[in-house]
Every structure is written in C-alpha cells, then in structure tokens.
C-alpha cells in the first residue's frame, strides 16, 4: 500500500467543489457574455497593502470545467494528497429548475474521472447584491419550494448518481448534504419523503446539514439528520472582538472600503469546537477566506494565512475526530475551488501545492 493510499484511509476528507466555471445563459445575460467564476478572481484589486489579490491558479490554469482533461486533473491532484472525493454543490430551485449542472452530469454519465463523490444541495437564492431602486437587493433566481411533487422530482433527478458505485457512502448510504435546512419550509418532512423514495432502492440517504451554529444540531437531529457539518468561519469574530475591535473592523468595511479583516491565525483558533467531537458533527478545514473578489471592498477577508498555519488547524482538526469509527472519521475542505471566496486547495502562484501538501503531512501525521 503506498502512502498515498494509507493517508486517504486514516481520515475521509471530502472537499467541496463550485461548478461555476464555464459559462451559461443566465450568468451571460446577467453579468455578460463569457462570465464565469474566473471573471471575479480575475479583476480583483488589493485592497490595502500586502493584500493577496488577484490570485493567479498555477498548475491547472485558468480552467473550463466543459473539459473532460480538467476534471480528471482536479481529481487525480486531489487524490494524490489525500482527498476522498468531490462534494459537488448543486442547483436545483424548485418546479425542475437547475443550473451549473453540465461538469457534474458530464462526470456522472462518462463515468470519468473514476473519482468519488457526493451532492450538496446549495438551496439558497441567487441575487444581485448591489441595491435596487427598492432598497432590496435584485433576485437573480429565487429558491422555491413547490411542494412534494417537486421533492420527489429532485430525488429522481438525482437517484442516477446515488445509485453510482463512485458516490461517497457512510455505512453503506449515499451522503447528501443540504446547505440551509432552516429554509425549508418541513425539512422533517422532506427527508421522511425521500427516505421512502429511497426505501425500494434499498438504501438510507446519509443526510448532512450545514450550519454555523452549535445551537442548532439537536433541531437538525429531531428533523431527521443523520449528521451535521460545523462551519466556524467567523466564530473568532463572536469570541475576540470586543466593542472597539467590533468598531474598528466596521471602519475598515465601511468607511475605509478595506473589508473586514481578520487575521487567520486568531481566527482559525475557533474553526473547531467540542461538538465537532460527537460521532454526528463533521468538522470543516479551512484554508482561507477572502470575499473580496465577489463582494468588494465590503467583504469579510482573513488575512496571513500561510500552509504551515493551514496545517497547524488541519492537524488540530483532525486529531480532534481521530476517535471516531472510520466511516464517521469525515472532515469536509472548504474548498477545493472556490478561487472567488479565497478558499481553495488548487494551486496558484504564490504557494503553488503548499496548501495540499500542508494537507498530505497533517494526514500522515494523524494518529488513530
């Protein structure tokens, strides 16, 4: 067994994955003909001195996810450091309508990359956040939730790839990941709903919420949930900041248009917390966070993040589960391309694979 293998089978690190990268009709007719996520990464300006930006990707290019020869070089990097698999996020806004789907039903139907992976269900809005004349911000999309027929709809749209031998399992059940289960009007009901549809097929569906408060774990258990992902992104900002830094980091956002800094060694203190410690809590790793590209100067920005201190919280992060039976043993990335919200594990010019192979000694170094 090589080493690679061993790393992946010492923790399930699966990474989140953004299809945002090639062009639609709708993002054309919203922001112009040709955009995609590169746009924004592309056209982002320092903010303030010795701010990282724009970033550049190195190895894999400024890449179209249309590219069969992209996706299998995304997966075969990822797999080289350790990855599990891919947790695609998918758009589906109620009454069939979906967008972003193309790189991920490609990867499905061609059965390549021989990669695992999963669905994330990114039920949220997509808007406009400059202000209209209103003094809203302009919907784009708007999520909807039409009702059963439309549930079961979206479970036979996605049955395909839950019956796929590459999707990720636990105990034998395809992993779903629902973003904002406080959106859905019944969530118990939703997931009692597809548990049925599943049911002839002969599988549970692994059920994961996704949120950033503590509080709410014993509703997504009472809902139905088999597990949740623990997102601490900003915790730091509810721990550390007392009124002046509170006042100061609104300065900076508002009136100074620097974003809302934060250093990422203080903040990535509290990316994980005792909950994530119980069998049913996924712990997220985060290698950075800047908004900036896709919000402006308004955006929240962690600033000194380093792969040595990546590694530092990764290695904390994961010793934190180490306890847990392996199939439970999950950590999710956040994320593996996300180029436009600075968190990625791909690699650009100035670290190159320094964020992977942060990774790849944290794994090595984990101890069971």
């Given at each position: 067994?090589?080493?690679?293998?061993?790393?992946?089978?010492?923790?399930?690190?699966?990474?989140?994955?953004?299809?945002?990268?090639h062009?639609?009709?709708?993002?054309?007719?919203?922001?112009?003909?040709?955009?995609?996520?590169?746009?924004?990464?592309?056209?982002?300006?320092?903010?303030?001195?010795?701010?990282?930006?724009?970033?550049?990707p190195?190895?894999?290019?400024?890449?179209?996810?249309?590219?069969?020869?992209?996706?299998?070089?995304?997966?075969?990097?990822?797999?080289?450091?350790?990855?599990?698999?891919?947790?695609?996020?998918?758009?589906?806004?109620?009454?069939?309508?979906?967008?972003?789907e193309?790189?991920?039903?490609?990867?499905?139907?061609?059965?390549?990359?021989?990669?695992?992976?999963?669905?994330?269900?990114?039920?949220?809005?997509?808007?406009?956040?400059?202000?209209?004349?209103?003094?809203?911000?302009?919907?784009?999309?708007?999520?909807?939730?039409?009702?059963?027929?439309?549930?079961?709809?979206?479970?036979?749209?996605?049955?395909?790839a839950?019956?796929?031998?590459?999707?990720?399992?636990?105990?034998?059940?395809?992993?779903?990941?629902?973003?904002s289960?406080?959106?859905?009007?019944?969530?118990?009901?939703?997931?009692?709903?597809?548990?049925?549809?599943?049911?002839?097929?002969?599988?549970?569906?692994?059920?994961?919420?996704?949120?950033?408060?503590?509080?709410?774990?014993?509703?997504?258990?009472?809902?139905g949930?088999?597990?949740?992902?623990?997102?601490?992104?900003?915790?730091?900002?509810?721990?550390?900041?007392?009124?002046?830094?509170?006042?100061?980091?609104?300065?900076?956002?508002?009136?100074?248009?620097?974003?809302?800094?934060?250093?990422?060694?203080?903040?990535?203190?509290?990316?994980?917390?005792?909950e994530?410690?119980?069998?049913?809590?996924?712990?997220?790793?985060?290698?950075?966070?800047?908004?900036?590209?896709?919000?402006?100067?308004?955006?929240?920005?962690?600033?000194?993040?380093?792969?040595?201190?990546?590694?530092?919280?990764a290695?904390?992060?994961?010793?934190?589960?180490?306890?847990?039976?392996?199939?439970?043993?999950?950590?999710?990335?956040?994320?593996?391309?996300?180029?436009?919200?600075?968190?990625?594990?791909?690699?650009?010019?100035?670290?190159?694979?320094?964020?992977l192979?942060?990774?790849?000694?944290?794994?090595?170094n984990?101890?069971?």
């Amino acid at each position: 067994m090589n080493s690679i293998s061993h790393n992946s089978e010492k923790a399930r690190v699966i990474a989140f994955y953004l299809p945002q990268f090639h062009p639609i009709p709708e993002n054309d007719q919203w922001w112009g003909k040709g955009f995609t996520e590169w746009t924004n990464v592309g056209k982002a300006k320092p903010l303030f001195k010795g701010h990282y930006q724009p970033k550049v990707p190195a190895d894999l290019g400024y890449y179209d996810l249309r590219v069969p020869e992209t996706r299998k070089a995304q997966a075969e990097l990822a797999r080289e450091y350790g990855i599990e698999g891919f947790c695609y996020w998918h758009y589906w806004f109620g009454n069939g309508r979906q967008l972003l789907e193309r790189p991920f039903n490609e990867v499905l139907h061609s059965g390549e990359p021989d990669f695992p992976f999963c669905l994330a269900w990114a039920n949220h809005s997509w808007e406009d956040k400059q202000f209209n004349k209103d003094g809203g911000h302009k919907m784009l999309m708007e999520q909807l939730y039409p009702g059963d027929a439309d549930y079961t709809a979206h479970f036979n749209a996605v049955l395909p790839a839950f019956l796929d031998s590459r999707y990720i399992r636990v105990n034998g059940n395809p992993l779903f990941v629902i973003y904002s289960p406080m959106n859905v009007p019944d969530m118990a009901h939703f997931i009692d709903l597809w548990q049925q549809l599943a049911a002839p097929y002969g599988f549970r569906i692994h059920f994961v919420g996704h949120t950033s408060k503590p509080e709410e774990l014993p509703l997504y258990r009472q809902w139905g949930f088999d597990a949740t992902i623990m997102v601490r992104l900003f915790h730091v900002f509810y721990k550390e900041f007392n009124w002046w830094k509170r006042a100061y980091a609104k300065l900076s956002r508002i009136a100074l248009k620097q974003g809302r800094r934060i250093d990422y060694e203080l903040a990535s203190r509290y990316f994980i917390g005792e909950e994530e410690k119980e069998i049913d809590c996924y712990p997220t790793l985060i290698p950075n966070w800047d908004h900036s590209p896709r919000s402006g100067r308004e955006g929240h920005i962690l600033i000194n993040s380093t792969p040595e201190k990546f590694e530092h919280h990764a290695r904390q992060s994961l010793q934190a589960i180490a306890h847990k039976p392996y199939e439970e043993r999950i950590v999710f990335l956040k994320s593996w391309n996300e180029w436009a919200e600075g968190n990625y594990m791909e690699p650009d010019l100035k670290f190159g694979r320094g964020y992977l192979e942060a990774l790849r000694r944290a794994l090595q170094n984990l101890k069971i």
